[in-house]
C-alpha cells in the first residue's frame, strides 16, 4: 500500500475536521457535525479489522483498514493537523481497537467491533490512575477474585478520553484473591477487562472539565464492587502470559508513536496557520525554518519507531525518544506562534490559543517527558546503543 496515497487520504479530513474545532471547543464535547455525518465514518472505524468494514479506499484501489503503526501514526498526524482534541473525540473503537484485536476471543471481536458499526458511541481505555498515572506495575485498580470465578473491580481511572460518556470499556486491574497478602501485584497479575456498561450505580462516571483537549472530555471512572465476568476478561481463552499487561505490551509500543504523531500534527497545524495569518519579519521566518527542521526531526524518530514495531522490533528507547522530543517540541512551536501574533494574539487566534492549551496535555498521554527520558536512559544502560 502506498503511504502517502494513505497520507493524501486521510488530509481530505484535516481542514473539514477544523471547521469545527472551535464548535467543539466552546461545546465541551465533538460537535454533532463530526460525530453522526456519514463523511467522518470512515475515520471512526479506523483499525477495526478488514473482515468487518470495506476499509479506506485508496486512488489506486488500495485499501487501508489501519493494521500497521505506519498507517496509524499517519492517520493521527493527519487528524491531529485538523484539531488534536477532535482525534481523542472520536467515536468508536479508537484507541481501544488494536488491543481488542490483538488479544480478543473472536466473540469479543465480534461483539465489540460489531456494536460500532451499527451505533454511534464511545469505547474508554482506562489505564490511567490518580496517584500511578500509566505506571501499570503500581496500579491500585484490584480485580478481587470470587469463589465463582468473577471479580469484583474497585478502583478509579482518571483522565480516561471520552470515559464519562463510553458504553465500552477496557479496564486494567491488579488481580487480587481472599488468600492474597496485601502486596502491590506485578505485571503478571495485571489482566485486562472489556464490558459493556451503560448504567450502573456500580460505576461512577464523571467528566473533568480540562482547560486544553475539551473535546475529549476526559473524565475519571470509579468502580464500587463491580461485578465482572470471566468471560469479560479480554482474551481468556489464551494464557495467562499471553494476554493482561504482558498481551498487550506490544500494542503500548504502537501506542506510543501515535502519541507523538498528536504533537506532530498540532505543530504543524500552528506553523501553518501563523503563516497564512502573519505578515512575518524576517527573524520571525527563520526562526520557523528552524522549527520545521526539528518537527522534520520528530517526525523521522516517530516514522522510525513505528517502522520497528511493524518489524516485530518492541523498542521502547525508539518510542520514547519520539515521544519525550515531541512533548518538548510541540509546546516550544505552539508558544513561539502565539507569541509572533501579539499581546491580542489569544482574542483574534482563538485557534492557535487552543492549541497551545491542547499541547500541554500531550504531555501526560502515554508517560511524561521525565519517564521517557528515564526509559531511553535505561534502554542505553542495558543495550548500550
Given at each position: 500500500?502506498?503511504?502517502?496515497l494513505?497520507?493524501?487520504?486521510i488530509?481530505q479530513?484535516?481542514?473539514?475536521?477544523?471547521e469545527?474545532?472551535l464548535?467543539s471547543?466552546r461545546?465541551?464535547?465533538?460537535a454533532?457535525?463530526?460525530?453522526?455525518?456519514p463523511y467522518?465514518k470512515p475515520?471512526?472505524?479506523f483499525?477495526?479489522p478488514?473482515?468487518?468494514?470495506?476499509g479506506?479506499k485508496?486512488?489506486?484501489?488500495?485499501?487501508?483498514y489501519g493494521e500497521?503503526?505506519?498507517e496509524?501514526?499517519?492517520?493521527?498526524?493527519?487528524?491531529?493537523f485538523?484539531?488534536?482534541?477532535?482525534?481523542?473525540?472520536?467515536p468508536?473503537p479508537n484507541?481501544?481497537a488494536a488491543?481488542?484485536?490483538?488479544l480478543?476471543?473472536r466473540?469479543?471481536?465480534?461483539?465489540?467491533?460489531?456494536h460500532?458499526?451499527?451505533e454511534?458511541?464511545?469505547?474508554?481505555?482506562?489505564?490511567?490512575?490518580?496517584?500511578?498515572?500509566s505506571?501499570?506495575v503500581?496500579?491500585?485498580t484490584?480485580?478481587?477474585?470470587q469463589?465463582?470465578?468473577?471479580?469484583?473491580?474497585t478502583?478509579t481511572?482518571?483522565y480516561?478520553?471520552n470515559g464519562a460518556?463510553s458504553?465500552?470499556?477496557?479496564?486494567?486491574?491488579?488481580?487480587?484473591s481472599?488468600d492474597?497478602?496485601?502486596?502491590?501485584?506485578n505485571s503478571?497479575f495485571i489482566?485486562t477487562?472489556?464490558?459493556?456498561?451503560?448504567?450502573?450505580?456500580?460505576i461512577?462516571k464523571?467528566y473533568d472539565?480540562t482547560?486544553?483537549?475539551?473535546a475529549?472530555?476526559?473524565g475519571?471512572?470509579?468502580f464500587?464492587?463491580?461485578?465482572?465476568?470471566p468471560?469479560s476478561?479480554?482474551g481468556?481463552?489464551?494464557?495467562?502470559?499471553?494476554r493482561?499487561?504482558?498481551?498487550a505490551?506490544?500494542?503500548?509500543?504502537?501506542?506510543?508513536?501515535a502519541t507523538?504523531?498528536?504533537?506532530i500534527?498540532t505543530?504543524?497545524a500552528?506553523?501553518?496557520?501563523?503563516?497564512?495569518h502573519?505578515s512575518?519579519t524576517l527573524s520571525?521566518?527563520i526562526?520557523?525554518?528552524?522549527?520545521?527542521?526539528?518537527?522534520?526531526?520528530g517526525?523521522l524518530?516517530t516514522?522510525?519507531?513505528?517502522?520497528?514495531?511493524d518489524?516485530?522490533?518492541y523498542?521502547?528507547?525508539?518510542?520514547s525518544?519520539?515521544?519525550?522530543?515531541?512533548?518538548?517540541l510541540?509546546?516550544?512551536?505552539?508558544?513561539y506562534?502565539?507569541?509572533?501574533?501579539g499581546?491580542?494574539?489569544?482574542?483574534?487566534?482563538p485557534l492557535?490559543e487552543?492549541w497551545?492549551?491542547?499541547?500541554?496535555?500531550?504531555?501526560?498521554?502515554?508517560?511524561?517527558?521525565?519517564?521517557?527520558?528515564?526509559?531511553?536512559?535505561?534502554?542505553?544502560i542495558?543495550?548500550?546503543?
Amino acid at each position: 500500500m502506498s503511504l502517502e496515497l494513505f497520507r493524501n487520504k486521510i488530509q481530505q479530513f484535516s481542514y473539514p475536521i477544523r471547521e469545527l474545532a472551535l464548535e467543539s471547543e466552546r461545546l465541551y464535547r465533538p460537535a454533532d457535525e463530526y460525530v453522526y455525518n456519514p463523511y467522518f465514518k470512515p475515520l471512526q472505524l479506523f483499525k477495526t479489522p478488514k473482515r468487518y468494514w470495506d476499509g479506506i479506499k485508496l486512488e489506486n484501489g488500495d485499501v487501508s483498514y489501519g493494521e500497521t503503526a505506519l498507517e496509524t501514526v499517519i492517520f493521527v498526524e493527519e487528524i491531529a493537523f485538523g484539531d488534536p482534541s477532535l482525534y481523542l473525540a472520536l467515536p468508536g473503537p479508537n484507541l481501544s481497537a488494536a488491543l481488542v484485536a490483538s488479544l480478543g476471543t473472536r466473540d469479543q471481536q465480534d461483539t465489540f467491533f460489531g456494536h460500532f458499526l451499527n451505533e454511534v458511541s464511545w469505547s474508554a481505555f482506562s489505564l490511567t490512575e490518580p496517584n500511578a498515572g500509566s505506571d501499570a506495575v503500581n496500579l491500585k485498580t484490584t480485580a478481587l477474585k470470587q469463589s465463582n470465578g468473577s471479580f469484583k473491580l474497585t478502583g478509579t481511572k482518571k483522565y480516561i478520553a471520552n470515559g464519562a460518556f463510553s458504553d465500552w470499556f477496557i479496564v486494567f486491574a491488579s488481580i487480587k484473591s481472599h488468600d492474597e497478602s496485601e502486596k502491590n501485584a506485578n505485571s503478571l497479575f495485571i489482566e485486562t477487562f472489556l464490558f459493556h456498561e451503560k448504567d450502573s450505580h456500580k460505576i461512577l462516571k464523571t467528566y473533568d472539565k480540562t482547560l486544553g483537549q475539551r473535546a475529549a472530555r476526559l473524565g475519571k471512572i470509579e468502580f464500587n464492587d463491580y461485578l465482572a465476568t470471566p468471560e469479560s476478561i479480554l482474551g481468556y481463552d489464551k494464557r495467562p502470559l499471553k494476554r493482561g499487561f504482558r498481551g498487550a505490551l506490544s500494542t503500548f509500543y504502537h501506542m506510543r508513536p501515535a502519541t507523538a504523531a498528536i504533537a506532530i500534527g498540532t505543530s504543524r497545524a500552528a506553523i501553518e496557520y501563523v503563516e497564512a495569518h502573519q505578515s512575518l519579519t524576517l527573524s520571525e521566518e527563520i526562526q520557523l525554518a528552524k522549527l520545521k527542521w526539528k518537527l522534520d526531526r520528530g517526525r523521522l524518530l516517530t516514522l522510525n519507531a513505528a517502522k520497528q514495531c511493524d518489524q516485530g522490533v518492541y523498542s521502547s528507547k525508539s518510542s520514547s525518544l519520539a515521544k519525550q522530543y515531541m512533548n518538548k517540541l510541540v509546546l516550544e512551536i505552539t508558544r513561539y506562534c502565539l507569541k509572533i501574533t501579539g499581546y491580542d494574539g489569544m482574542q483574534q487566534h482563538p485557534l492557535l490559543e487552543k492549541w497551545m492549551r491542547d499541547a500541554h496535555m500531550i504531555e501526560f498521554m502515554e508517560g511524561s517527558t521525565n519517564i521517557h527520558k528515564l526509559e531511553v536512559g535505561r534502554q542505553l544502560i542495558i543495550n548500550g546503543v
